[in-house]
């Protein structure tokens, strides 16, 4: 190994070590510091899209840690579709509810679609119009993400 390498080596060993040293993330912000928030849109009528949505927003919580970040899934347009009882990722769904994502539904949909609240899975939010949803919580600091 010639002694450009060993350097290099030593310097990754180095920083190897040091990051093993540092604290985990904490779950909660410290006071002062920006709470963690995010607003994920599912307006397709795709199980592969809402797993996607449901993986993204259960990694934000594993990276960030659960209590740390306030999570919400809006769906409207055909993505409603997934949220009515007997959706093939009601499982998926029910189980992020139980993790603390917020799932709510558009309600200007479901009035189009004639679907009410016993059409639903259960324990789902519900909002008035979900793209009102989508503006109020990037005005809020939410960062947006449409899988």
């Known amino acids: ?3 450009l390498s060993r350097r290099h080596f030593g310097l990754c060993a180095a920083l190897t070590v040091a990051a093993a040293a540092l604290p985990a993330r904490a779950q909660s912000p410290a006071a002062g510091e920006k709470r963690n928030k995010v607003i994920f849109q599912v307006s397709d009528n ?10 993204n927003a259960n990694n934000v919580q594993s990276a960030l840690g659960a209590d740390a970040v306030d999570i919400e899934i809006v769906a409207y347009g055909p993505g409603i579709g997934m949220l009515e009882a007997g959706s093939p990722v009601a499982p998926r769904i029910t189980a992020a509810l139980k993790a603390g994502t917020k ?3 558009c309600e200007n949909t479901m009035k189009g679609r004639k679907l009410t609240a016993a059409d639903m899975l259960p324990d789902i ?7 009102v949803e989508l503006m109020q919580k990037e005005q809020q600091g939410y960062a947006y993400i449409r899988p």
Not at 46 to 55: E, F, I, M, S, T
């Open 46 to 55: 795709d199980p592969a899209k809402w797993g996607l949505a449901l993986n």
């Open 103 to 105: 799932v709510v539904a």
């Open 125 to 131: 939010g519900y909002v008035a119009s979900g793209v």
């Open 1 to 3: 190994m010639n002694t």
